[in-house]
């Protein structure tokens, strides 16, 4: 067993394919971490309490909660955040659609619903619009894109997998 | 020199099918869409500031009393702690006015409280090296009170009747009497308890001082007002004071105004020399400032039996708070609504021990047409006329009230249209005669409106060297789609691609802007903006025809032509450059122009009234017009008959808010309003523990509101048509209109299902079974 | 939250020891203690992570029944083939709990291990009074704000209501708990809180729980779980009901009958009176109507929540003709 007392531990952290490291007090959790050690402010805050899916990121290549996952939790494994999701500058099928669709407003909770839309796709739990909403019900959207959403994720499910 | 004219759309829709997406009235993709879709976009509270210390708020536990003492000395030993601040301990701030600009008693002003009106108002804070710390220091803060009976709700013995506001007063003809003498006559009460606006991202700040000046960075829909308040806290002037707002992670009207915890983060700032970030956490998003009061409404109405209405008496209440003061206009819908030659209505706010109520989507016209909307349609029924019949029978030709002509109301057409796409014809009159197994299936109508409120703002527009134009204004864009609308008016205006348009919005340091409330900056900004432009490309012309450098000069045009961002003269002959090769041959490396909605001569001291309170906002009804958006909701919602639980399975609403600047952002925005309805009708509700006068489902678990499985495909037709009495360019209010009446429909459709008529929102399942 | 070390388990054995000594907590999905922890409500001086012990996630569908690892996601179990086809109700009761994040993180016996959502335990600050927290301090729940509070098996100390879906499922199907070696049956696992309501579980310092077995039954394969709640998804239910039904070879001839329900009690309540009450009798709606309300035989309420006495025996209702409709 390997043990760490109070006060900081190092952290290594894997995310969007860098390596960081970092001193930490156990407690921070993941989303602290990549918004005030990391800079990573694309991850949003909006309850920290597991009740909005603003922060959520992907973990492992599954969608989870940046809030109540601790930065020490993650250490070994990869951590996937909006910021990692467009690759060599190609939006992510979801981000063009959610683009296309207008499936946003403030943008506040657009991040999370769009990390969660790529694994919802992913999992496959896209296969119809009741589906979708279902799978998709865990990312508040306060401005009310959530027609859009699934139109969004609806879209870029059929181009995801063709 | 007349060089362009605006083109306002000749589509019956108000959508300029003209010109393509980029220019205006064409549905172009949001322009900070890229931003927010990849992460890019930092929010007020994600700048990265060297020495950036965090405060955490630590609020009461009572409702009413006074503080007895707080002991700090556990949580300032604690690790990483820098200050405890308490009203004791805290740098004296003056009273800044209201947002009228009413001038303020010359006394201090201090944000942490020593006598609680409320639980969860601020006693004190603590700052610390980091967030953890900081978070665990706070719950090391031992306060002690003097507890007093609180007044918790309008229900509790003690409320009271509370205070006549005359200035809700409205009455003509004889309403009681008339009530009394006609033939059919119903009366009942609405109720709407606290509702709250719930942006996803939570309020807060960081407060950076340098020397005397302070820059704040601050979701807010209100850059110059917020300033103009930090300014006469601290005592500094205004033009001291930077906001810094570049998006808004949501509003709903709740972000229109400096609070307490702004105040507290700006002294943490100032005492300690370092910036300072302070976040609210959720729970106390419930209760460090005011959501939709609650109301309480009596309608009666007094009719013929074919319908026609005689008579509407309206009496209604609403809290505020006990030492500020929050009028929720709940005659606002009810005097415009139907046509009627009698009327009544009167209004009363009721001290209780909660935090200042404020603006919610709508505030006013949402409840008031809860009430007015719930009563006609217990009229329809009561005299055996289809719901969507008896609103036409009491059609409102004109402003019932202001006794003026409407400047635009495509209500009748928005009846039309919704009607027809909805299938209400379809529709059986007698309640619980529509049903889906289980499911018992009900279709209601309720109808909408809000005034065009109108005010002013200011805006640069720079022509650049590269022949790219910018816009920059103070105004903000929390998802309405500023930037995307004011790129769009730059890029028709001067003519050249949206894409070839930067906007800049969100910094006080720009030209300056009124509230971003009420549903009025768009029609405002593209106003300015529009003449902002219009003044830019006439420079631009008058350079290319007059400089002697210019490949023009010889063509002795009277004007030519600027097109997708290229000059050339309307006949085709002579040079056709491209705006940067124009500029280079002039030698210029820019133009640049300021364009306003203001008066012709206004002063400064206008200027900074209008920019920095709501006090000369413009009257809807001046002048020889009334101005509204109007909208007609049809809804049907499933009631399963054994759970009582409410599902909307399909909306449609036909909405006229005069022509839409982006089509594509503006149905976003109504279906937004129309799914926060469905949210206030059936979910929303903020609950009160009566023995503690305080809100116990405060987070985002227990105060629900619809999750992306609750709402259905929503259908909104566009029936306005361009409104040039309502704002330069022809546009109505879009953000507060499509909530109105959503919560009537609702209502009124699970009557139609269940036979039930629910009075008291929200519309849960222990009030069907 | 409180300051705490962090450690993590290279075993089960390791991580028992460490989780028994004073202060020490074991972490897995985090979706409840983190919570509880940001809520001051939990304070663990440490944290001994488990999520990264090997071999604790696996989904075993044998012939005797479907064993799951206490590290199984409750994601994954809702999506596995065999738990869909041969616990179906497991399955829904899964899928509809939380959201897909939260069902991502949080592991089964984690799941177990859940607490109350009374908002009450969850606010120490505003209401130091809770006998679950702090016992003999009192209930501030009692005379408060009750809608989502326990109708069920509650007592005079806590009406808090037990919020888990999965554990409805569990009871109906006689799920055995895997303490290491020792196997508790579910449904004595969850404790009603009497005069302890600080006591949920009955589980022992130094205890972990590493997996939980479902005996196969035809009832469990014949089985739903029907959640009822204000919204549509990712809330807690208003009540809840796992049924799982067995036929004679007549098809309508009621053999074996489970019945729990989820959101009206302070424990994942079997409704045992329900199927005695129709074993033996022909499914019918009326019969099915008249056995349901002895599923709230009992039953207290504390004024707002009393809806639930009403609601709880109507979804029972729903959820048996539902599967005899699928004959």
Redesign the interface.
């Known amino acids: 067993m390997t043990s760490q007392t109070k006060t900081t531990i190092p952290v290594h952290l894997d995310i969007n394919g860098h390596r960081h490291t970092l001193q930490l007090e156990p407690r921070v959790t993941l989303l602290d971490a990549l918004r005030d050690r990391l800079g990573l402010t694309g991850t949003k805050k909006g309850c920290d309490h597991g009740q909005c899916g603003a922060c959520t990121v992907h973990v492992d290549g599954e969608r989870v909660l940046a809030c109540l996952t601790l930065a020490a939790q993650v250490e070994g494994r990869t951590v996937t955040t909006i910021e990692g999701l467009a690759r060599e500058g190609e939006l992510h099928p979801v981000q063009a659609a959610f683009l296309e669709q207008d499936a946003f407003q403030c943008g506040y909770c657009t991040p999370g619903q769009i990390m969660s839309a790529v694994a919802c796709i992913r999992e496959g739990h896209a296969g119809s619009d009741e589906e979708i909403r279902e799978y998709m019900a865990g990312n508040l959207c306060r401005c009310g894109a959530y027609p859009h959403i699934v139109a969004a994720v609806r879209q870029a499910a059929l181009e995801v997998q063709s | 020199m007349t060089v362009h004219n605006i083109r306002v759309g000749e589509s019956k829709r108000g959508d300029a099918s003209d010109g393509g997406a980029d220019a205006v009235g064409g549905r172009l993709?949001?322009v900070?869409?890229?931003?927010?879709?990849?992460?890019?976009?930092?929010?007020a509270v994600?700048q990265?500031l060297d020495g950036l210390a965090y405060a955490v708020l630590v609020e009461s536990?009572i409702a009413s009393g006074k503080v007895r003492s707080i002991d700090t000395s556990v949580a300032e030993a604690a690790?990483g702690v820098l200050k405890v601040l308490t009203p004791d301990i805290i740098i004296s701030l003056r009273t800044a006015s209201d947002w009228f600009g009413t001038p303020p008693p010359d006394a201090p002003y201090c944000p942490l409280a020593r006598d609680v009106t409320f639980?969860g108002q601020h006693v004190a804070a603590v700052v610390a090296e980091?967030?953890?710390q900081a978070?665990?220091a706070a719950?090391l803060v031992e306060v002690s009170y003097y507890e007093t009976p609180a007044i918790v709700d309008l229900s509790d013995a003690k409320a009271g009747d509370g205070i006549p506001i005359d200035a809700m007063t409205k009455e003509w003809g004889d309403a009681q009497a008339a009530f009394a003498s006609a033939p059919v006559r119903i009366c009942a009460a609405y109720n709407t308890p606290r509702e709250y606006?719930?942006?996803?991202?939570?309020h807060g700040l960081i407060a950076h001082w340098e020397g005397d000046k302070l820059t704040v960075w601050e979701p807010s829909q209100w850059l110059d007002g917020m300033a103009r308040t930090y300014a006469e806290w601290f005592d500094v002037p205004f033009e001291n004071v930077r906001l810094v707002s570049p998006?808004?992670?949501?509003?709903?009207g709740s972000k229109a105004l400096a609070l307490s915890h702004g105040a507290v983060a700006a002294s943490a700032a100032k005492m300690l020399g370092r910036p300072v970030r302070l976040?609210m956490?959720?729970p106390q998003t419930f209760t460090g400032y005011g959501g939709r009061a609650a109301t309480r409404q009596t309608v009666t109405i007094g009719a013929d039996r074919q319908g026609k209405i005689q008579s509407i008496v309206h009496r209604g209440i609403n809290e505020t708070s006990i030492d500020g003061m929050w009028v929720e206009p709940l005659g606002s819908v009810t005097s415009i609504m139907y046509a009627t030659p009698n009327f009544s209505s009167k209004q009363n706010v009721v001290r209780v021990n909660s935090v200042v109520p404020g603006a919610m989507r709508a505030p006013g016209e949402n409840p008031s047409a809860f009430g007015i909307e719930s009563a006609i349609d217990e009229l329809a029924y009561e005299v055996g006329i289809d719901p969507l019949e008896i609103r036409l029978r009491n059609y409102a030709e004109q402003d019932p009230e202001a006794k003026k002509a409407w400047s635009t109301r495509q209500l009748r057409e928005a009846f039309a249209a919704g009607a027809e796409r909805f299938g209400w014809a379809k529709r059986t009159p007698e309640p619980r005669s529509m049903r889906d197994g289980?499911q018992l299936i009900g279709w209601g109508v309720a109808a909408g409106t809000y005034p065009v409120r109108r005010a002013y703002g200011e805006a640069i527009v720079r022509i650049l060297a590269d022949g790219s134009v910018e816009v920059e204004s103070s105004s903000i864009d929390?998802?309405?789609?500023t930037y995307t609308i004011l790129a769009q008016t730059a890029a028709e205006t001067v003519g050249v691609p949206a894409d070839n348009v930067v906007v800049k919005l969100g910094d006080s340091r720009f030209p300056r802007a009124g509230v971003a409330g009420g549903s009025r900056l768009a029609g405002v900004m593209t106003g300015a903006v529009y003449k902002a432009a219009t003044s830019a490309l006439d420079q631009l012309v008058g350079l290319a025809i007059s400089d002697p450098r210019s490949p023009f000069h010889a063509l002795q045009a009277n004007t030519l032509v600027v097109a997708n961002g290229r000059i050339s003269s309307p006949r085709g002959d002579g040079p056709d450059l491209s705006i940067a090769e124009l500029l280079s041959s002039v030698g210029r490396d820019h133009i640049e122009a300021t364009g306003d909605t203001m008066p012709a001569n206004s002063t400064a001291q206008d200027r900074y009234k209008n920019y920095t309170t709501i006090a000369m906002a413009v009257p809807h009804t001046e002048g020889d017009y009334s101005r509204h958006s109007w909208c007609a909701h049809f809804i049907e919602v499933r009631v399963d008959e054994?759970?009582?639980?409410v599902?909307v399975s399909r909306v449609v609403s036909a909405l006229d808010s005069g022509r839409l600047y982006n089509p594509?952002?503006a149905?976003?925005?109504w279906?937004?309003?129309?799914?926060?309805g469905i949210g206030q009708a059936?979910?929303e509700e903020g609950?009160?523990?009566r023995?503690?006068g305080?809100i116990?489902?405060n987070?985002?678990?227990?105060y629900?509101?619809?999750?992306?499985?609750?709402?259905?495909?929503?259908e909104v037709i566009s029936v306005g048509i361009p409104d040039l009495h309502s704002s330069v360019l022809g546009g109505k209010g879009v953000g507060e209109l499509a909530i109105v009446g959503v919560a009537p429909a609702i209502a009124n459709a699970v009557f139609h299902a269940t036979g039930k008529r629910v009075r008291d929102l929200p519309i849960?399942?222990?009030k069907l079974? | 939250m409180r300051d705490f070390s962090y450690l993590r388990a290279g075993s089960v054995e390791a991580a028992r020891q460490a989780a028994a000594l004073p202060g020490a907590m074991l972490l897995a999905g985090g979706t409840t203690l983190i919570d509880l922890a940001k809520c001051g409500v939990a304070e663990p001086d440490s944290l001994v992570d488990i999520t990264h012990l090997k071999g604790l996630d696996k989904v075993e569908v044998s012939e005797r029944g479907a064993t799951i690892g206490a590290l199984a996601k409750m994601g994954h179990v809702a999506d596995h083939a065999d738990i869909k086809s041969r616990f179906p109700a497991v399955s829904e009761a899964l899928w509809q709990a939380a959201s897909a994040q939260i069902r991502n993180m949080a592991t089964i016996g984690g799941n177990l291990m859940q607490r109350t959502r009374c908002p009450y335990f969850r606010d120490p600050s505003n209401f130091p009074a809770c006998n679950k927290r702090e016992p003999g301090s009192g209930c501030s729940a009692l005379g408060g704000v009750t809608r989502g509070h326990a109708v069920l098996g509650t007592s005079e100390a806590c009406i808090a209501m037990y919020p888990g879906d999965l554990a409805a499922a569990l009871v109906a199907f006689d799920a055995i708990v895997h303490l290491g070696e020792r196997r508790v049956p579910v449904d004595d696992f969850f404790l009603v809180p009497g005069t302890t309501p600080e006591r949920e579980h009955a589980i022992e310092p130094g205890e972990m729980i590493t997996a939980i077995e479902i005996p196969h039954s035809a009832a469990a394969r014949r089985s739903t779980y029907l959640k009822i709640r204000d919204r549509q998804s990712y809330e807690f239910a208003a009540a809840s009901a796992a049924v799982g039904i067995e036929f004679e070879a007549d098809g309508r001839t009621i053999r074996d009958l489970r019945v729990a329900l989820g959101g009206v009690a302070t424990k994942p309540w079997r409704a045992r009176a329900v199927e005695e009450a129709l074993k033996g009798k022909v499914l019918g709606p009326d019969a099915v109507r008249a056995a349901s309300l002895l599923a709230v035989e009992g039953a207290v309420d504390h004024g707002a929540n009393h809806y639930k006495i009403e609601l709880a025996p109507r979804v029972v209702a729903r959820a048996i003709l539902k599967m005899g409709e699928t004959a």
Do not use: C, W
């Not at chain 2, 929390?478 to 789609?481: D, F, H, N, S």
């Not at chain 2, 629900?704 to 929503?714: F, K, M, Q, R």
């Open positions: 993709s949001r900070d869409g890229p931003a927010k879709i990849t992460g890019a976009a930092k929010y994600e990265q536990t690790p639980s980091t967030f953890e978070v665990a719950a606006q719930a942006p996803m991202e939570p998006y808004i992670g949501g509003g709903f976040v956490t959720r289980n929390m998802g309405q789609g054994d759970f009582g639980t599902r594509k952002l149905e976003s925005q279906k937004g309003g129309i799914i926060m059936l979910l609950i009160v523990d023995r503690h305080r116990v489902n987070n985002l678990a227990d629900l509101v619809p999750t992306n499985a609750d709402i259905p495909d929503i849960t399942l222990e079974i």
